[in-house]
């Protein structure tokens, strides 16, 4: 291997850090400040900074690639101009890093947080995380949230169950994303630790209705891109889908926003920069924060809540029923030629095996399931076909 002359990178790396200084807005996270469990995980002549490690490795994981098959809303439809998982976090992430440019925040955290944010989405969407939730309740090992599954999939199943040593940051703004919960304005809550995020992580777990607040500037503007990133492009696909048309928008909705994707994203970029520059906090305007509201209460009743997406639903929840009850058993039984063995467990480390109740081991493995594969497990007579819409 080539020797290099890593002085001189180092060089570069703190004149990089001594450029965020002078650049960011005060508020904004510096990359010195990124905070591991682990600091020797990082090698000396490593000169990367550290939430831009951050997002290589996210990029890097099993669980991204996984992004591919897994449901945004639209599943089992034939249709290949629908949008999936990996667009929805790729969006998010172009469009938190514009606004972020704008407000002096720092783009490494926005990225790495952004590509990680739903890397803990079960397979069909917000639906099976429903069913996923009840089966974990019932099971004992409190409600399933696929925020608190991100967290859980980088930092103790990634890398045979030793995770990936990811900033606090990082993991924060993953864990406090919310995406479906609509605020006007967030303020971090600043001074957090790995306690307070264990302890967070916890409660949200088992408290329901549980609300959390990112501690960076930066994991409150992704939070709102969340919401940026989807609510325009759902109403895309569903125009594309047939479920409804353009002219079905309210009118006062749509005076303010717009009726189309492009006009939307750009009247809510807009305005969150506007807003949040110069300022401790990021947030939308009264006007548009209330009809962003009543467009995504549109978009619940007309879109996310309709019937002619909904027409396999009992099939799903039967399979994560049947696949929950036989891996659990498989477990109990110590089957070790069960998939669950030989496609998850398979080189898994003793600190996961111990530090992970049979249930909990079920819930990683389902939740990480792409569609396609999901599907896979479960006896052929029991798989609903993809239907045109």
Not at 101 to 118: K, M, P, S, T, Y
Not at 231 to 240: H, N, Q
Not at 308 to 313: E, Y
Request: proline content about 2%; aromatic content about 10%.
């Amino acid at each position: 291997m080539k020797k290099y002359d890593f002085n001189s990178l180092e060089t570069i790396k703190k004149a990089l850090y001594k450029r965020e200084k002078e650049l960011f807005f005060p508020g904004a996270c510096k990359s010195e400040t990124g905070i591991r469990r682990f600091e020797n995980d990082v090698s000396p002549s490593d000169y990367r900074q550290s939430f831009s490690i951050d997002v290589d490795r996210i990029l890097h994981s099993m669980a991204y690639t996984r992004y591919i098959d897994k449901t945004q809303v639209f599943s089992l439809i034939n249709n290949n101009h629908i949008t999936h998982r990996v667009l929805h976090v790729q969006l998010v992430s172009k469009i938190s890093r514009s606004i972020g440019r704008f407000l002096g925040l720092n783009e490494d955290l926005i990225e790495a947080i952004a590509l990680g944010h739903d890397i803990g989405h079960t397979p069909f969407g917000h639906d099976g995380e429903r069913i996923l939730s009840e089966l974990c309740e019932a099971g004992g090992i409190g409600f399933f949230r696929h925020s608190v599954q991100s967290v859980q999939f980088l930092d103790r199943v990634e890398r045979n169950g030793k995770g990936w040593n990811l900033c606090l940051q990082t993991l924060d703004g993953i864990l406090c994303h919310d995406g479906e919960i609509h605020n006007r304005m967030l303020k971090p809550e600043k001074d957090k630790s790995f306690s307070r995020l264990k302890k967070e992580i916890e409660d949200k777990k088992n408290m329901h209705g549980t609300q959390l607040v990112p501690m960076t500037l930066e994991g409150c503007l992704v939070r709102m891109a969340d919401t940026v990133s989807y609510v325009g492009r759902d109403i895309e696909d569903a125009r594309r889908l047939g479920l409804i048309k353009r002219t079905d928008i309210p009118g006062n909705i749509a005076d303010i926003l717009g009726d189309t994707n492009g006009k939307i994203v750009f009247a809510l970029v807009t305005d969150l920069i506007i807003n949040s520059h110069k300022q401790k906090y990021i947030s939308f305007s009264r006007e548009i924060s209330e009809a962003l509201s009543a467009l995504k209460q549109f978009n619940m009743e007309r879109i996310y809540m309709n019937p002619g997406i909904k027409k396999h639903l009992g099939a799903i929840k039967r399979i994560f029923e049947y696949l929950f009850e036989q891996f659990l058993n498989d477990l109990k039984k110590r089957n070790f030629g069960s998939v669950i063995y030989t496609g998850f467990l398979k080189d898994m480390s003793d600190r996961y095996m111990e530090k992970h109740k049979d249930e909990e081991i079920v819930r990683d493995f389902i939740a990480g399931m792409t569609d396609n594969y999901f599907l896979r497990q479960s006896p052929e007579k029991m798989r609903p076909v993809a239907y045109f819409l």
